[in-house]
Nanobody
Framework: QVQLVESGGGLVQAGDSLRLSCATS????????MGWFRQAPGKEREFVAA????????KYTDSVKGRFTISRDGAKNTVFLQMNSLKPEDTAVYFC???????????????????WGQGTQVTVSS
């Protein structure tokens, strides 16, 4: 039974940093692409970052490139999102998700992901 549990969110000021964690069970990270998505009130869920099962290659949305870093620890079955230089527009509920398809390249589409966590709130004040 797959379970994804996000943690690490909170309220910070612009320019601060947070590290989100996604603890997984029922998955083998070496065969699953993991993604981070976010959703602000009244907005659609949008792609943030992904790390591929195939060699750990990564993909980021342009708005976080250079500020956020996705990584994984296979021994701990955990995926991380290090968020630096946070901006008010980063405020959202952040979700982690798993893609079981073993596609060649990480996908930015929500429909590519099979399992989702419940989310963790990130609020960035100006």
């Amino acid at each position: 039974q797959v379970q994804l549990v996000e943690s690490g969110g909170g309220l910070v000021q612009a320019g601060d940093s947070l590290r989100l964690s996604c603890a997984t069970s029922g998955l083998t990270l070496s065969s699953v692409t993991m993604g981070w998505f976010r959703q602000a009130p009244g907005k659609e869920r949008e792609f943030v970052a992904a790390i591929s099962w195939r060699g750990g290659s990564t993909k980021y949305t342009d708005s976080v490139k250079g500020r956020f870093t996705i990584s994984r620890d296979g021994a701990k079955n955990t995926v991380f999102l290090q968020m630096n230089s946070l901006k008010p527009e980063d405020t959202a509920v952040y979700f982690c998700a798993g893609d079981l398809s073993r596609r060649w390249w990480p996908s930015s589409a929500t429909t590519s992901y099979d399992d989702w966590g419940q989310g963790t709130q990130v609020t960035v004040s100006s």
